[in-house]
């Protein structure tokens, strides 16, 4: 053979061997990328994951103490009812606002007479106005003056006002109305004796600044003669 073509054919079989070699080569070089990218990514997803906990734990923890801040600063009121003879005896519910002094003032505060139950699944009868007469009843002993003191038209409600510390609230009082359907003065009779011994319920919602509201239940026992207290941390 031509010492020429032996050379041309040495040299093409070491370019071979070396395209061979550089084709492996490149081959590992990828697999090793694939390998740290996939364990870059790994590694970046446990950071992701150890992150989020982090934040949720971080929001956990300030929901707790939020929750714990709002607590210590529920309002602490007294409620009792006082009867008074003007000439006729007249009732009066009266609030007094008597801490936390951290607060100073609530913005808002709104109260509402609250049913002895919820009725809304009571059955009824007739051409459906029953339910209409029925949601209008206040069922318990007492209501607000409708039209007075800023109370709505059923005595249910209060208009909302604000209360510095240390303030008193009087609003007046008077017997609930029945139903139609206690018809006559024996249904008069029937209707106070059912409520003859039951407390007024309350709801009293307060309100300071951009804190979330606090919403205070209460029963005020007609006969008792001191004040109930309600609110404050811990109740």
Not at 3 to 17: K, N, Q, R, T
Not at 72 to 95: A, F, N, S
Not at 138 to 151: E, N, Y
Not at 177 to 192: D, K, L, M, Q
Request: net charge negative.
């Amino acid at each position: 053979m031509d010492p020429v073509d032996i050379l041309e054919s040495s040299i093409a079989g070491a370019a071979a061997m070396f395209s061979g070699w550089a084709a492996w080569s490149a081959r590992q070089a990828a697999r090793t990328s694939d390998s740290n990218s996939l364990r870059a990514n790994q590694i970046s997803e446990s950071a992701n994951r150890t992150a989020e906990a982090a934040r949720a734990t971080a929001d956990a923890v300030a929901r707790i103490e939020d929750d714990r801040f709002h607590r210590e600063l529920t309002p602490d009121m007294t409620v009792q009812i006082l009867v008074r003879d003007q000439g006729v005896p007249l009732r009066y519910l009266k609030i007094n606002w008597i801490g936390p002094s951290t607060l100073r003032r609530l913005d808002a505060v709104s109260i509402s007479i609250r049913d002895d139950r919820d009725r809304t699944t009571s059955p009824v009868l007739g051409d459906g106005r029953d339910v209409e007469e029925r949601d209008r009843t206040i069922w318990g002993p007492l209501r607000f003056q409708p039209l007075t003191d800023d109370a709505d038209e059923l005595g249910r409600h209060l208009g909302v006002f604000p209360m510095e510390l240390h303030d008193t609230k009087e609003v007046r009082l008077e017997d609930s109305i029945r139903p139609s359907w206690y018809e006559g003065a024996e249904g008069e009779e029937r209707w106070r004796r059912q409520y003859s011994s039951h407390p007024l319920r309350l709801w009293i919602t307060c309100t300071s600044g951009s804190r979330r509201p606090w919403t205070l239940s209460a029963e005020v026992d007609r006969a008792m003669l001191s004040p109930v207290q309600i609110g404050g941390p811990g109740r």
